[in-house]
């Protein structure tokens, strides 16, 4: 069928059937021939202006990266897709097919290509995790281990450990720099 699209459809294939083929290829384990149909599939649909199936090849991908642990790659293909989604149902003017087609599209997209809300308070606190940013926090406020321990029901050992991992994720060296750093974060309680 693929041989034969070159002279049936306008602009030389059927993006569909280079999904298909694509997803067979990743199936099957050969992920470089499947990101490169992926990607002859995505000109295709952008050549043939066919945002229907251009979302479908944006999830392809997404999928095809996730498994190779390419996330950065996978994370920028589902935003694609998603993006593509939107915009097809924004054109639908019946609220339940427009939200009945959002939910099912999105469906189809790789669940973990998202961060969690979690990893991304993480990732814009330095690594922080949410107990560590409850001890800056602390810290910023001027309690010592011992009343930081009190506070949140640790053992005094457990808050040092924390204020180490803090110190050591955030390349400081002193409590007054994780004071600072907590001021400017706006995490002072």
Same mark, same amino acid.
């Given at each position: 069928?693929?041989?034969?699209?070159?002279?049936?459809?306008?602009?030389?294939?059927?993006?569909?059937?280079?999904?298909?083929?694509?997803?067979?290829?990743?199936?099957?384990?050969?992920?470089?021939?499947?990101?490169?149909?992926?990607?002859?599939?995505?000109?295709?649909?952008?050549?043939?202006?066919?945002?229907?199936? @251009?979302?479908?090849?944006?999830?392809?991908?997404?999928?095809?990266?996730?498994?190779?642990?390419?996330?950065?790659?996978? @994370?920028?293909?589902?935003?694609? &897709?998603?993006?593509?989604? &939107?915009?097809?149902?924004?054109?639908?003017?019946?609220?339940?097919?427009?939200?009945?087609?959002?939910?099912?599209?999105?469906? @189809?997209?790789?669940?973990?290509?998202?961060?969690?809300?979690?990893?991304?308070?993480?990732? &814009?606190?330095?690594?922080?995790?949410?107990?560590?940013?409850?001890?800056?926090?602390?810290?910023?406020?001027?309690?010592?281990?011992?009343?930081?321990?009190? &506070? @949140?029901?640790?053992?005094?050992?457990?808050?040092?450990?924390?204020?180490?991992?803090?110190?050591?994720?955030?390349?400081?060296?002193?409590?007054?720099?994780?004071?600072?750093?907590?001021?400017?974060?706006?995490?002072?309680?």
């Amino acid at each position: 069928l693929l041989d034969s699209s070159a002279n049936i459809a306008e602009g030389g294939g059927i993006p569909r059937l280079s999904i298909l083929r694509g997803d067979a290829l990743l199936r099957l384990g050969r992920n470089t021939e499947a990101e490169q149909t992926l990607l002859s599939a995505r000109k295709l649909a952008e050549q043939q202006n066919e945002p229907p199936t @251009l979302w479908r090849v944006h999830a392809a991908l997404a999928r095809l990266y996730r498994g190779a642990g390419r996330r950065e790659d996978s @994370l920028s293909a589902s935003a694609m &897709a998603e993006s593509t989604i &939107a915009e097809l149902a924004g054109s639908i003017l019946e609220e339940d097919l427009r939200s009945d087609f959002a939910e099912h599209a999105l469906a @189809l997209l790789p669940r973990s290509a998202k961060p969690s809300s979690q990893q991304l308070a993480k990732k &814009a606190f330095g690594g922080l995790t949410a107990r560590e940013r409850e001890v800056a926090s602390m810290i910023a406020s001027g309690r010592s281990n011992r009343d930081i321990a009190a &506070a @949140l029901v640790l053992s005094e050992r457990t808050v040092e450990t924390h204020v180490g991992n803090i110190l050591t994720k955030l390349g400081f060296s002193s409590r007054a720099q994780v004071a600072a750093w907590s001021v400017e974060r706006g995490l002072l309680k």
